[in-house]
């Protein structure tokens, strides 16, 4: 079936470098949204990317949109010990909400 | 404002049993969805309501789960019955719009 891949799987960052996880799909997306999981907790809406080539920046966040709306990309600048857990892209297209495998975060201090 | 609220937080069964989740979504809220979370993976999307009815069941193990949303408030999930690889953290979220709110999740145990 349809499936939203992530890469890299696992990612150790020392505070204060930067970390970007990438979201890929077969086929075109309506939308795209990115979600954080901390250890133990429950998904949490960052942000919603809806037009080709969408860059939206929180912070020290940078969410990417590619121009064929297949992929979409999460970079973080000078991670903290706060960024630490899972982000999720969730896509939208023929099918609904696919969440992607996930790109576990952990940031030594 | 109050959250998605679920219960129990945690259930555990031998496997054949039943088991029943509650969820409460956020007021006005008129789309709610259940998730399962396998360990290690991300939401896998079971069913989707808007209000009380049905707008994508195509994930649900129908010869086993069922779920319920009466009068387009609380909704329920049932397993019924039970099976080892049901163990996972079920996750109920509403939205207004695009932006989903979950909730802290039922973690099931099947032994």
């Known amino acids: 079936g349809q499936q939203v891949m992530q890469i890299p799987q696992y990612q150790h960052v020392q505070e204060g470098e930067d970390f970007t996880t990438y979201c890929n799909s077969s086929?075109?997306?309506?939308?795209i949204q990115w979600y954080k999981q901390r250890p133990g907790g429950h998904p949490v809406f960052l942000i919603q990317l809806v037009k080709s080539g969408e860059v939206k920046k929180q912070k020290r966040l940078t969410f990417q949109f590619g121009e064929a709306k297949k992929n979409s990309s999460l970079h973080i600048t000078a991670t903290q010990t706060t960024d630490v857990g899972t982000y999720f892209c969730?896509?939208?297209?023929?099918?609904?909400?696919?969440f992607g495998t996930g790109t576990r975060l952990k940031v030594l201090a | 404002e109050a959250g998605v609220a679920q219960s129990p937080r945690y259930k555990i069964i031998e496997k054949r049993q039943s088991v029943a989740f509650w969820c409460n979504p956020i007021s006005g809220h008129a789309t709610l969805y259940w998730y399962q979370q396998i360990l290690g993976q991300g939401p896998k999307l079971l069913i989707q309501f808007q209000n009380n009815g049905v707008v994508d069941d195509s994930q649900l193990p129908k010869d086993r789960f069922s779920a319920e949303r009466l009068k387009g408030v609380d909704s329920t999930l049932k397993i019924q019955p039970a099976k080892l690889e049901d163990s996972a953290v079920y996750l109920c979220a509403s939205s207004l719009t695009s932006e989903q709110f979950f909730g802290p999740g039922t973690r099931l145990t099947v032994l």
């Open positions: 969730s896509a939208s297209g023929t099918y609904k909400y696919i």
């Open positions: 086929t075109t997306l309506s939308n």
